[in-house]
Nanobody
Framework: QVQLVESGGGLVQTGGSLRLSCAAS????????VGWFRQAPGKEREFVSA????????YAADSVKGRFTISRDNAKNTVYLQMNSLKPEDTALYYC????????????????????WGQGTQVTVSS
């Protein structure tokens, strides 16, 4: 079991940047692949980006490719999501999620593949 806490959300204007953090408890963080998801009011939760256990492999949704970068520091038990060139359509509650069921190199893009979830951090982009 792992506990996840997101932080770093806020209110920014179009074109601005934010860096989200996902801090995990425990001493086996490197055993978990981590993904970021977001959910806007009235919409389903959607995949944003994911990173493998080692950090070597990453994947991002087409809507954020070239703008968002996921990374991890296993020594600090933290995964980051650097968000640049933000758009109003990026406004959502952002969640990090973890799964220990994957190999060293695999990532998943479906919410049902993740076992542990944080409480979410709000990102609002004004136009």
């Amino acid at each position: 079991q792992v506990q996840l806490v997101e932080s770093g959300g806020g209110l920014v204007q179009t074109g601005g940047s934010l860096r989200l953090s996902c801090a995990a408890s425990g001493r086996t963080f490197s055993s978990y692949a981590v993904g970021w998801f977001r959910q806007a009011p009235g919409k389903e939760r959607e995949f944003v980006s994911a990173i493998s256990r080692s950090g070597a492999n990453t994947y991002a949704a087409d809507s954020v490719k070239g703008r968002f970068t996921i990374s991890r520091d296993n020594a600090k038990n933290t995964v980051y999501l650097q968000m640049n060139s933000l758009k109003p359509e990026d406004t959502a509650l952002y969640y990090c999620a973890a799964t220990g069921a994957l190999s060293q190199t695999m990532v998943k893009v479906t919410a049902r593949d993740y076992d542990y979830w944080g409480q979410g951090t709000q990102v609002t982009v004004s136009s």
